[in-house]
T-cell receptor, first 109, second 113 residues
């Protein structure tokens, strides 16, 4: 069974700082999804990455998929309080998707 | 997300009662997934259904839990004789087909008192 490890577990930063969170797998991903979940809400899809080495940008968010497709990173530039939430990575496995435990980000004004 | 609709959003049940959670998938999606999220834990897969079929229930507890997705109407996750440990957020997700990206509803929060 593939395991997804996310790091760090918690991150507290000041508004305006940059940060990177990571998602690593015990084996090769076929594709990887990043979600953000706010308290009391369901996860919202941010991006899907498929190709090794792929980089996708979503405003201040930059997603990278490792060349070997066993790791991915999410970099946020100039973080804002609205970026606060739980960032989850997920990968398809069989009929379902498995999720990491997430990185809980707090951006303080 | 005008798509996946879950109700109720919040449900309180006494120990021993039954809980029924409903999920209507996004328009055009015929595949439904149920996940459970315990406090400070990740999302855990429970069951994957297509219309009138349970495809994968490997994540479902063997007793008290059941799921269905009838030809007409929403998918239902049913928990019989609830216990305190069933208190969690239950999320439904849907996709147009297997292996496609899944889209989540806003969740149903079950509290067992």
């Amino acid at each position: 069974t593939q395991l997804l490890e996310q790091s760090p577990q918690f991150l507290s930063i000041q508004e305006g700082e940059n940060l990177t969170v990571y998602c690593n797998s015990s084996s090769v991903f076929s594709s990887l999804q990043w979600y953000r979940q706010e308290p009391g809400e369901g996860p919202v899809l941010l991006v899907t990455v498929v190709t090794g080495g792929e980089v996708k940008k979503l405003k201040r968010l930059t997603f990278q998929f490792g060349d070997a497709r066993k790791d991915s990173s999410l970099h946020i530039t100039a973080a804002q309080p609205g970026d606060t939430g739980l960032y989850l990575c997920a990968e398809g496995q069989g009929f379902s998707f498995i999720f990491g435990k997430g990185t809980r980000l707090l951006v303080k004004p | 997300n005008a798509g996946v609709m879950q109700n109720p959003r919040h449900l309180v049940r006494r120990r021993g009662q039954e809980a029924r959670l409903r999920c209507s998938p996004m328009k055009g999606h015929s595949h439904v997934y149920w996940y459970r999220q315990l406090p400070e834990e990740g999302l855990k897969f429970m069951v994957y259904l297509q219309k009138e079929n349970i495809i994968d229930e490997s994540g479902m507890p063997k007793e008290r839990f059941s799921a269905e997705f009838p030809k007409e109407g929403p998918s239902i996750l049913r928990i019989q004789q609830v216990v305190r440990g069933d208190s969690a957020a239950y999320f439904c997700a849907s996709s147009p087909g297997p292996g496609n990206t899944i889209y989540f509803g806003e969740g149903s929060w079950l509290t067992v008192v």
